[in-house]
């Protein structure tokens, strides 16, 4: 479980990312170009994801991860999180960062986080 004010100073932390509401929802964007949402009454997120990620995730575990309406036909999941681990969806909100950010600022991410494993 994490909670949105965990998982929001989380994102916020990561390079170049910005929130703004949208939709009457917080999302997340890295240069303008959104890779996470969230969706505080329920409360879920929805990230960016591959399609493959997105069945994985959907066959493993159908009461923490769904397929979401408008973008879920582009690989995104919509994630609960009062059902998800704390570090998965850290791992899944990096991931769908990773996804959208410029390749040059994901190397730089990369190069500075190698030491933390």
């Not at 009454?41 to 994985?56: F, I, M, N, V, Y």
């Not at 959208?100 to 991410?109: D, E, G, Y």
């Amino acid at each position: 479980m994490i909670s949105i004010d965990e998982l929001r100073d989380f994102v916020l932390a990561l390079p170049v990312v910005e929130e703004r509401r949208t939709w009457g929802k917080p999302t997340f964007r890295v240069r303008g170009r959104m890779f996470l949402t969230l969706d505080p009454d329920d409360p879920a997120a929805t990230c960016k994801s591959s399609r493959e990620e997105q069945t994985a995730l959907l066959a493993s575990d159908p009461a923490t991860f769904a397929f979401p309406a408008y973008v879920g036909h582009h690989g995104w999941v919509r994630v609960r999180l009062d059902q998800v681990d704390a570090e998965e969806m850290r791992e899944l909100a990096t991931e769908a960062w990773r996804r959208t950010a410029p390749k040059r600022l994901v190397r730089r991410f990369d190069d500075s986080t190698a030491g933390d494993s």
